[in-house]
């Protein structure tokens, strides 16, 4: 009895080739930034060294959340993005300056992954809270007057 075996088809296996990246982790990131820095010390004296350092991570590749949410492009952004890390105001001069890479990758990772607190179940059941999320129903209350005909 003879068989036929049907042609393969030269379909891609979708579970070998993901859609998107991988979501970045912070633990692996920190990793990453220990191993670059095997003295411990994740300290850097200059804007260019932190950006070097910093772009050398997953959570800042281009395509990753907070490159969606952030511009960082220029070594103006960086620095800007940086001193907001570090809460400075920006200093100007980069002398005898002093930038905690632990401390610009843990505000990477607040900024990508950002989520609004929500009410809490208390809030919810107020009755100004009510009051305000239903106010376009109630009349005299954001909606107008009902005609009379």
């Known amino acids: 009895m003879a068989t036929s075996i049907a042609p393969t088809l030269d379909v891609p296996n979708r579970s070998m080739q993901p859609s998107s ?3 970045p982790t912070f633990s692996v990131d920190r990793a990453r930034l220990a191993a670059s820095h095997p003295d411990g010390k994740r300290i850097v004296n200059s804007y260019t060294e932190a950006r070097s350092a910093m772009e050398r991570l997953a959570v800042t590749t281009p395509g990753s959340p907070l490159r969606r949410r952030v511009k960082l492009d220029t070594d103006e952004d960086w620095k800007i993005f940086i001193d907001s890390s570090l809460g400075k105001g920006g200093c100007g001069e ?35 809270f009510s009051a305000q999320t239903h106010a376009a129903g109630v009349p005299g209350r954001g909606s107008p007057t009902p005609l009379t005909i």
């Open 94 to 128: 980069e002398r005898d300056m002093n930038i905690d890479l632990e401390a610009v990758l843990k505000r990477c990772y607040e900024v990508a992954f950002y989520m609004p607190p929500s009410p809490s179940a208390s809030t919810r059941r107020t009755p100004e």
């Open 21 to 23: 990246p991988a979501t």
